[in-house]
């Protein structure tokens, strides 16, 4: 090669640069803004709502109000993470601007009055809407950029949300297909995850630190091995039945959710129903521990997620929790489902510590990215999530529980626009190519 094609390769290669650098950093810092000014108000939310229980009873009329809403101003918004998802393999007319605003505002309303959602599909959605807006701004037409650039605003709102980099970046790269990540993306989402994470941070935003004491057991040479073998085998029966959790919970919104609107057709006032079963659910259980994310309660010895690294003991609190958020999610409240999923996976982790005979913050640890594993079909980022929230010395535990828990949690998840390029299993192999939708629906015979 002489010097005038080499200079001409090096301005090449510069001008790419400087145009995905003038892509990702401002979208990046702009979902890292919003996600830190939406943690916020969270905060503020939960605050408010355990100063004022009666909150919770304004919870159907709080429902209505978003669902109108969404009614008046959502249109294609209503798509939320299935919309991006289903962009990102076949762009067509991008992701609004107005899906930031709305699933924010929706989300926080939920959270005021007790709605028991999480935050993840909301950082995603605000991710994903201000790509697809920069994109558009950029006046990208080649799929393939476009395809890369919502993929990092995946990555960097789910960074910026739960405080992992690693994980988010992996997390927009995995979410798009079942059994296949996609690595021509790699840098881009690195790029975006870290910078929205900084962004959060640097506005001051903080989160809640979870502490894993289980860092393995001596062996006879006195020396810690990252794998006791007998434990190994007690975190894969757990495994199992976090990844059942994860086909019920899955299951069991979309199911509800079609069961609700054959009763209710009218969409915007199907989060009534969701409201007044919450209600309900407070008055049977006779705790307001599973209303909102749970991750503190709200009374001293009660169920949260920092309380089942804490050594007591909480049977049921995990299937509390589910019923509590399908409910919500199926009747069509704002949110996402990513910390109930938390809530869920480590309360199961801890009802089963005392049944298997094994440390009680580890199998909550375990639980805690496992049932989201085989909620999302991300086994990698739950793993790499595990690592970054509870330290690396419990890595193998981490992916044994969120890899067995991916395998048995079936074709099904969470995000139904997510294509199934490897099948789990070999005898179903005609689902590959499908998107999860279409494979429910055949495994179904409908």
Request: glycine share 12%; proline share 4%.
């Amino acid at each position: 090669m002489n010097i005038a094609a080499l200079a001409r390769a090096v301005a090449r290669q510069s001008g790419g640069l400087l145009k995905w650098a003038s892509l990702l950093l401002p979208m990046a810092a702009c979902v890292g803004t919003l996600c830190a000014v939406f943690l916020w108000l969270l905060d503020r939310a939960a605050q408010t709502r355990l100063l004022h229980p009666w909150l919770l009873y304004a919870l159907p009329v709080a429902g209505v109000a978003v669902g109108l809403l969404y009614h008046a101003f959502g249109r294609t918004a209503e798509g939320g993470n299935n919309l991006i998802v289903d962009q990102i393999h076949e762009p067509g007319g991008g992701v609004p601007l107005r899906m930031a605003p709305l699933v924010l505002m929706g989300t926080v309303i939920s959270h005021l009055f007790g709605a028991s959602v999480g935050r993840e599909g909301t950082a995603v959605q605000m991710g994903g809407s201000i790509a697809s807006t920069v994109g558009r701004a950029w006046r990208l037409r080649n799929p393939y950029e476009i395809r890369v650039l919502l993929m990092s605003g995946i990555a960097a709102g789910f960074s910026a949300v739960f405080g992992t980099p690693v994980a988010g970046a992996v997390f927009g790269m995995e979410v798009i297909r079942v059994g296949r990540i996609d690595y021509d993306a790699l840098v881009p989402v690195a790029v975006s995850a870290i910078v929205a994470d900084w962004t959060c941070h640097a506005w001051g935003m903080e989160h809640v630190p979870y502490h894993l004491a289980f860092q393995g057991y001596a062996g006879a040479d006195g020396h810690f091995f990252h794998a006791d073998l007998l434990l190994l085998a007690k975190v894969m029966v757990a495994a199992v039945a976090f990844g059942l959790a994860s086909l019920v919970f899955a299951e069991s919104v979309h199911r509800l959710a079609a069961c609700l609107r054959q009763v209710c057709p009218v969409a915007w006032l199907r989060p009534a129903l969701g409201g007044i079963a919450t209600i309900a659910l407070v008055w049977l259980c006779g705790s307001r521990d599973y209303l909102g994310l749970g991750i503190v309660a709200p009374e001293a010895g009660g169920a949260s997620i920092s309380a089942f690294f804490g050594g007591g003991h909480y049977p049921l609190a995990w299937a509390w929790k589910l019923v509590f958020t399908v409910v919500v999610l199926a009747a069509g409240f704002k949110g996402g489902e990513v910390t109930p999923l938390f809530f869920i996976g480590a309360g199961l982790g801890n009802a089963l510590a005392p049944l298997l005979h094994a440390p009680a913050d580890l199998l909550a640890g375990v639980g805690f990215v496992a049932v989201f594993a085989g909620a999302a079909n991300t086994p990698l980022a739950c793993t790499l999530m595990g690592v970054e929230l509870f330290g690396s010395a419990d890595i193998v535990y981490f992916a044994t529980g969120c890899f067995v828990a991916y395998m048995c949690s079936g074709h099904s998840g969470i995000y139904l626009a997510q294509r199934i390029a490897v099948s789990k299993w070999h005898k179903d192999a005609a689902v590959s190519g499908m998107a999860l939708r279409q494979a429910r629906m055949k495994g179904s015979g409908t």
